[in-house]
T-cell receptor, first 115, second 113 residues
Framework: NAGVTQTPKFQVLKTGQSMTLQCAQD?????MSWYRQDPGMGLRLIHY???????DQGEVPNGYNVSRSTTEDFPLRLLSAAPSQTSVYFC??????????????FGPGTRLTVT | DQQVKQNSPSLSVQEGRISILNCDYT??????FLWYKKYPAEGPTFLIS?????DKNEDGRFTVFLNKSAKHLSLHIVPSQPGDSAVYFC????????????FGAGTRLFVKA
């Protein structure tokens, strides 16, 4: 199993550009999420999903879109990049078997710089 | 408004001694709590968790204590080892919130040899 994979590892964007951060998991997990990590702020939840076709907003959703068309994939779209979106982005997944929440498995992260 | 707070940005401990990392939360709907460990340039990895129906969970050198009335949890590492040096994140989840999981800001632990 590859676990949770994220592409790209690094990305530099100019202000106003759009891009999609890719995330995939091969563990058949129902739950997937996106976080951003900034110094002194910890991990902040952007969007999450409890299954294909279902997404919801986290703590800091503005400027980001997500969709969940399959169980495996959960891409994060930056509509018009801003310098404030410079951060490290982590995707994670978790099982919701037996109606419960379990630990999340994180990808290696994408380091994004917006100039 | 931070729902999960880790008020100590860093902690330094001598090898072999106990490390105690603290976490406070404000949302009484949280019913599952987790600790993650993160090394530089890697994603966080799960360490230990506790359900709100328990007040203690132990896994080897790691023990998590939950005080629901105080909305406080702590992670104890005994004995601390240099390889434990990392950033530790506290996280909380609520079943009624669709399992939305909120993280604290993290505590950087330094274990000195």
């Amino acid at each position: 199993n590859a676990g949770v994979t994220q592409t790209p590892k690094f990305q530099v964007l100019k202000t106003g550009q759009s891009m999609t951060l890719q995330c995939a998991q091969d563990m058949n997990h129902e739950y997937m999420s996106w976080y951003r990590q900034d110094p002194g702020m910890g991990l902040r939840l952007i969007h999450y999903s409890v299954g294909a076709g279902i997404t919801d907003q986290g703590e800091v959703p503005n400027g980001y879109n997500v969709s969940r068309s399959t169980t495996e994939d959960f891409p994060l779209r930056l509509l018009s990049a801003a310098p404030s979106q410079t951060s490290v982005y982590f995707c994670a997944s978790s099982s919701l078997k037996a109606g419960g929440f379990h630990e999340q498995y994180f990808g290696p992260g994408t380091r994004l710089t917006v100039t | 408004d931070q729902q999960v707070k880790q008020n100590s940005p860093s902690l330094s401990v001598q090898e072999g001694r106990i490390s105690i990392l603290n976490c406070d939360y404000t949302n009484s709907m949280f019913d599952y709590f987790l600790w993650y460990k993160k090394y530089p340039a890697e994603g966080p990895t799960f360490l230990i968790s506790i359900s709100s129906i328990k007040d203690k969970n132990e896994d080897g050198r790691f023990t998590v204590f939950l005080n629901k009335s105080a909305k406080h949890l702590s992670l104890h590492i005994v004995p601390s080892q240099p390889g434990d040096s990392a950033v530790y994140f506290c996280a909380a989840s609520a079943r009624t919130g669709g399992f939305k999981t909120i993280f604290g800001a993290g505590t950087r632990l330094f274990v000195k040899a």
